[in-house]
């Protein structure tokens, strides 16, 4: 059975940081491109940022571009995703996709 399980969301202040995990298992994850999707409260799903399955090609979406850092441990069948500088805009739901499977998300909420 395919699982991916995030965590690491959180509430955190503008310009703060967080780091979120997705434990994966069921399937052989360092073969499969992974990446991140958000989904904010009333919004569609938007793609955040991806990486291939050996961890040398890695895309950001244009609004994390800088902020965000995105990385692999293909040994530990974990994706991160290190978030930096957050803004009150970054608010929403973070889920690990691969495979055409999500997990259950993070809430990750920016605000003073």
């Known amino acids: 059975e395919v699982q991916l399980v995030e965590s690491g969301g959180g509430l955190v202040q503008p310009g703060g940081s967080l780091r979120l995990s997705c434990a994966a298992s069921g399937f052989t994850f360092g073969t499969y491109d992974m990446c991140w999707v958000l989904q904010a409260l009333g919004k569609g799903p938007a793609w955040v940022s991806g990486?291939?399955?050996?961890?040398?090609?890695?895309y950001y979406a244009d609004s994390v571009k800088g902020r965000f850092t995105i990385s692999r441990d293909n040994a530990k069948n974990m994706l991160y995703l290190q978030m930096n500088s957050l803004k009150p805009e970054d608010t929403a739901v973070y889920y690990c996709?691969?495979?055409?499977?999500w997990g259950q998300g993070t809430q990750v909420t920016v605000s003073s």
């Open positions: 990486i291939n399955s050996g961890g040398g090609s890695i």
């Open positions: 996709e691969g495979m055409g499977y």
